[in-house]
């Protein structure tokens, strides 16, 4: 069993920041990619952000130069930057990961949600 356990979201005003945390634990051989998502109420959950074991990073267009994914690969544990966070960036956040539970088995998993809500 693979467990992501998410911390960090919360209730920021527009223009402030906050850092997410997701934390792989379990039955892990290694982590491939791992990524962030989000789901605001009412539309379909869209990739924010994802990053590869080697550190190659994708954005999503919306978040370009203002939030930033990173890993750290002995901690089974990657992170979410957001700068300058505006009003639509309110949604759940979910980590995911493409855990290789051996040699040649991958699974995705996916962490629980934390709840991000920017005021404007």
């Known amino acids: 069993q693979v467990q992501l356990v998410e911390s960090g979201g919360g209730l920021v005003q527009a223009g402030g920041s906050l850092r997410l945390s997701c934390a792989a634990s379990?039955?892990?051989?290694?982590?491939?990619?791992m990524g962030w998502y989000r789901q605001a109420p009412g539309k379909q959950r869209e990739l924010v952000a994802v990053?590869?074991?080697?550190?190659?990073?994708n954005y999503a267009d919306s978040v370009k130069g203002r939030f930033t994914i990173s890993r750290d690969n002995a901690k089974n544990t990657v992170y979410l930057q957001m700068n300058s966070l505006k009003p639509e960036d309110t949604a759940v956040y979910y980590c995911?990961?493409?855990?290789?539970?051996?040699?040649?088995?991958?699974?995705?998993?996916w962490g629980q949600g934390t709840q991000v809500t920017v005021s404007s």
């Open positions: 379990g039955s892990i051989f290694s982590i491939n990619a």
């Open positions: 995911n990961a493409a855990v290789v539970v051996v040699a040649t088995l991958t699974y995705d998993y």
């Open positions: 990053i590869t074991s080697r550190g190659s990073t």
